[in-house]
């Protein structure tokens, strides 16, 4: 860490407590950021918004000592500064919310927060302060998270809660958040947005980037846009609306889509009856007695909050988890009793809720990890086909349009999006009649959205069945034929294409955030 000498403002206003001028960032001949210039307003919200690959997390990590930059300066307190290291950048009061979890699983909450930076006592680590100053957070975050659970048998959105209380427990001056929501529930976005108004009042700085646009409206004081590595917008709040943002985010006239038209809508591909899925040892029904009928070439939308049973369904009928009782039929069959991979052999396929932990490999190569879901269509007696291999991965990079420099890019090299769309192409690749997406936009820009809903809406018009959930209201209307609401593991209501997000969100019980 290096501080250089206080000097004159030099165009930075007097609130701005941490400026980057001139960034640059390149990796090899890709250039990641271009002459970037953004500001940390002090006590305040400045969200960062732009397509996924834009450059936005490059931004903060650089802002976080995560990456060095290739050119320009940071400025903090109007000195220039270096900062080489995360150590660093916590040394100076910045700390950072990555999107992706970078807890350690086989680790309780209580160890993950202190992770690093354990409180020491005469005899070692002081584990019982450790546990009282967790369980102050989870109190804080109004979060009933037993500090010695395990976080790997938590749910996702619990883990994000745990990954936030740990950047809280620093007590950063200047706090980072990259896609803080993405996992959690209406109620837990509730409270973290109470949580963020509290720092605020504090005098902390909150770096916020965030794709779900209407949200992050309700809590920024300043928006900055990133388009291509590049800066194309910035203004206060009060200049600023949802058309302003999706427009320099990804230009005008733009939308998710339709449902999709001119084609039949068929036979029954797939029946849920009377579907019952047990959780907490039989004591709480996630799905509870519900029936489903999707016919193929028809789009279905499941919304629903968090608990509603959306997840327990979809995994329940793609064979992850058993039913206690009901049927699951496709094309009439009982699938019931197979495993999960003669359920995709039979046309049944589920995009999961999480890329990186149930979708991804990340040790392995963007090609590998499209071709992994069928494999068995180019590998005989333990002997691979790699012409095969390469045609079937070749067609996918096409078919979902992945951004990425070749078959052979390591899957890390892709940005959100494109690894979702990664994990798509991987299922669409098994040739499903049926195909399951769980929160298939979850962490991925408004232009990823919408590619990722026009290949759905092809493949419905081909015949394809497809069954989507969402948490996001404005989601149900982009191009489903049917929405489906749950709440407490049953379906509450019904509407077509034409309702409106009040009613959507009236009948899951839930209200506009405020």
């Given at each position: 860490?290096?501080?250089?000498?206080?000097?004159?403002?030099?165009?930075?206003?007097?609130d701005v407590v941490l400026a980057a001028r001139n960034i640059e960032k390149s990796f090899g001949?890709?250039?990641?950021?271009?002459?970037?210039?953004?500001?940390?307003?002090?006590?305040?919200?400045?969200?960062?918004?732009?397509?996924?690959?834009?450059?936005?997390?490059?931004?903060?990590?650089?802002?976080?000592?995560?990456?060095?930059?290739?050119?320009?300066?940071?400025?903090?307190?109007?000195?220039?500064?270096?900062?080489?290291?995360?150590?660093?950048?916590?040394?100076?009061?910045?700390?950072?919310?990555?999107?992706?979890?970078?807890?350690?699983?086989?680790?309780?909450?209580?160890?993950?927060?202190?992770?690093?930076?354990?409180?020491?006592?005469?005899?070692?680590?002081?584990?019982?302060?450790?546990?009282?100053?967790?369980?102050?957070?989870?109190?804080?975050?109004?979060?009933?998270?037993?500090?010695?659970?395990?976080?790997?048998?938590?749910?996702?959105?619990?883990?994000?809660?745990?990954?936030?209380?740990?950047?809280?427990?620093?007590?950063?001056?200047?706090?980072?958040?990259?896609?803080?929501?993405?996992?959690?529930?209406?109620?837990?976005?509730?409270?973290?947005?109470?949580?963020?108004?509290?720092?605020?009042?504090?005098?902390?700085?909150?770096?916020?980037?965030?794709?779900?646009?209407?949200?992050?409206?309700?809590?920024?004081?300043?928006?900055?846009?990133?388009?291509?590595?590049?800066?194309?917008?910035?203004?206060?709040?009060?200049?600023?609306?949802?058309?302003?943002?999706?427009?320099?985010?990804?230009?005008?006239?733009?939308?998710?889509?339709?449902?999709?038209?001119?084609?039949?809508?068929?036979?029954?591909?797939?029946?849920?009856?009377?579907?019952?899925?047990?959780?907490?040892?039989?004591?709480?029904?996630?799905?509870?007695?519900?029936?489903?009928?999707?016919?193929?070439?028809?789009?279905?939308?499941?919304?629903?909050?968090?608990?509603?049973?959306?997840?327990?369904?979809?995994?329940?009928?793609?064979?992850?988890?058993?039913?206690?009782?009901?049927?699951?039929?496709?094309?009439?069959?009982?699938?019931?009793?197979?495993?999960?991979?003669?359920?995709?052999?039979?046309?049944?396929?589920?995009?999961?809720?999480?890329?990186?932990?149930?979708?991804?490999?990340?040790?392995?190569?963007?090609?590998?990890?499209?071709?992994?879901?069928?494999?068995?269509?180019?590998?005989?007696?333990?002997?691979?086909?790699?012409?095969?291999?390469?045609?079937?991965?070749?067609?996918?990079?096409?078919?979902?349009?992945?951004?990425?420099?070749?078959?052979?890019?390591?899957?890390?090299?892709?940005?959100?999006?494109?690894?979702?769309?990664?994990?798509?192409?991987?299922?669409?690749?098994?040739?499903?009649?049926?195909?399951?997406?769980?929160?298939?936009?979850?962490?991925?820009?408004?232009?990823?959205?919408?590619?990722?809903?026009?290949?759905?809406?092809?493949?419905?018009?081909?015949?394809?069945?497809?069954?989507?959930?969402?948490?996001?209201?404005?989601?149900?209307?982009?191009?489903?034929?049917?929405?489906?609401?749950?709440?407490?593991?049953?379906?509450?209501?019904?509407?077509?294409?034409?309702?409106?997000?009040?009613?959507?969100?009236?009948?899951?019980?839930?209200?506009?955030?405020?």
């Open positions: 860490m290096t501080l250089g000498p206080v000097r004159e403002a030099g165009g930075i206003a007097p001949a890709v250039r990641a950021l271009r002459s970037v210039n953004f500001d940390v307003h002090r006590g305040q919200v400045t969200t960062l918004f732009g397509e996924n690959g834009a450059g936005k997390s490059t931004l903060m990590k650089i802002l976080a000592g995560v990456l060095t930059p290739t050119a320009g300066e940071l400025i903090l307190d109007g000195r220039p500064v270096e900062i080489r290291s995360t150590i660093e950048a916590r040394a100076l009061g910045i700390s950072i919310i990555h999107q992706e979890l970078s807890l350690a699983p086989n680790m309780n909450v209580r160890d993950n927060i202190f992770l690093g930076r354990e409180i020491m006592g005469r005899t070692g680590v002081y584990y019982a302060e450790e546990e009282r100053r967790t369980r102050a957070l989870m109190k804080e975050l109004v979060e009933d998270i037993d500090p010695l659970a395990l976080v790997g048998d938590l749910r996702l959105g619990q883990q994000q809660i745990v990954e936030i209380a740990r950047a809280l427990s620093i007590n950063s001056r200047i706090l980072i958040m990259d896609e803080p929501t993405s996992a959690l529930s209406a109620s837990e976005v509730t409270v973290l947005f109470k949580v963020i108004r509290d720092l605020k009042a504090r005098g902390v700085s909150i770096v916020y980037i965030s794709h779900h646009l209407e949200e992050a409206l309700t809590i920024t004081d300043h928006a900055v846009v990133l388009r291509d590595a590049v800066m194309t917008a910035a203004a206060p709040r009060a200049e600023i609306d949802l058309e302003w943002i999706v427009r320099n985010m990804v230009g005008e006239n733009f939308d998710l889509g339709q449902p999709p038209t001119g084609h039949e809508i068929g036979a029954p591909a797939l029946e849920v009856k009377r579907l019952t899925v047990d959780t907490a040892g039989g004591a709480v029904r996630a799905v509870d007695g519900l029936d489903l009928t999707v016919r193929a070439g028809e789009v279905v939308c499941i919304y629903g909050l968090m608990g509603a049973g959306r997840t327990e369904l979809m995994e329940c009928v793609a064979g992850r988890i058993p039913a206690a009782s009901g049927q699951v039929l496709l094309h009439g069959r009982d699938i019931g009793g197979l495993s999960i991979a003669d359920r995709i052999a039979a046309g049944l396929a589920l995009v999961p809720e999480d890329r990186q932990r149930d979708g991804l490999v990340q040790t392995i190569s963007v090609g590998q990890n499209l071709s992994l879901a069928s494999i068995g269509n180019f590998t005989r007696r333990l002997l691979t086909d790699r012409r095969a291999e390469r045609a079937i991965v070749d067609s996918s990079i096409r078919e979902v349009t992945v951004k990425t420099d070749g078959p052979d890019a390591p899957i890390g090299s892709l940005s959100g999006g494109n690894q979702q769309k990664v994990v798509i192409g991987k299922m669409l690749a098994t040739n499903p009649s049926v195909l399951l997406l769980d929160e298939p936009s979850r962490g991925i820009d408004i232009g990823a959205k919408g590619e990722v809903f026009r290949i759905l809406a092809d493949h419905a018009r081909q015949g394809m069945a497809v069954v989507y959930t969402t948490s996001e209201v404005g989601e149900c209307l982009a191009i489903a034929h049917r929405i489906i609401v749950m709440r407490r593991g049953r379906i509450v209501a019904e509407f077509t294409h034409d309702t409106t997000k009040e009613a959507i969100m009236a009948a899951s019980g839930e209200s506009l955030v405020a």
